[in-house]
């Protein structure tokens, strides 16, 4: 090499020795296969962290289901049920997120509560522009137990069906509703109900 620098000159050297700084260069930024791999692990990893879990749908329902005896609790006890209502429905529906299709077991005039009022009517009551409406969560009930007939997960959102019962505080048999959740989770990684369809069970 060195007899070979000698015979192309000073330039012809320059130019040999530029060339294979550029090529250094290039190959010194070139992408690590082993580092694009970890990248797509960390993708891959990231997607499993966001999609709901069964066991996360079954604790969301447990949880809904405390938070509607406890509107009544707070109302049995002259407290204010307005402001738990309002909790319960800021922690369980995507209000905030978006569109929430909200179809309640007692409604029939106004069936389909899109909206943050109108849900927080169907729950306590006493909004003039739902006159249907006495409060279903300050019925009131002691107890809501959960019967899946199924659970379907696609990534980040879930839906559920079957029939939920809810205890009424009078000491009465359990009401029997049928109903259609589908959830979603938010930004802060829980879980928010997108669509809620309940009704009763069909009778002749």
Known sequence: MMKRFKMIGIAGFLSVAVLTACAEEDTATETDPAEETTEEENVEEGDEATEITEEEVLEFQQSWGEGIVHIGEVYSEDGDYEAAASEH???????????????????????????????LSYFIGGNEEYPEDNGFAIAPWTDVQWENEGVIIEGNKAVSMGVYYFTPADGGEPVEVEYSFAFTRSDDGGLKIVLHGSHYPYSN
């Open 89 to 119: 429905i800021e922690r369980f529906y995507g209000y905030d997120i978006g569109e929430v299709l909200f179809k309640p077991t007692l409604a029939r005039e106004d069936r389909f509560r899109g909206t943050f009022e109108g849900a």
